[in-house]
């Protein structure tokens, strides 16, 4: 199987499980994430600081793009 195959075939995999998390707890284990980020040594010593604008059931990164 291709690379390609393997990556479609997990983010289908990934997307399938996403839809089975309830939005209260998307909502706690992104404030978790967040938090453990935003105290971090590299993200506080960092000069540059990449991340992407999350949608859907993803974890939130808006928080993190505020605190940037």
Do not use: H
């Not at 690379?3 to 939005?23: F, G, N, Q, V």
């Not at 967040?34 to 993803?58: D, H, L, M, W």
């Amino acid at each position: 199987m291709k690379i390609e195959d393997r990556k479609k075939a997990l983010r289908t995999e990934i997307r399938k499980r996403a839809k089975k998390y309830s939005w209260e707890w998307i909502e706690a284990e992104s404030a978790k994430i967040t938090e453990r980020i935003i105290k971090s040594p590299a993200y506080q010593n960092a000069e540059v600081i990449f991340c992407y604008v999350s949608t859907g059931k993803e974890v939130s990164t808006f928080e993190i793009l505020e605190d940037a």
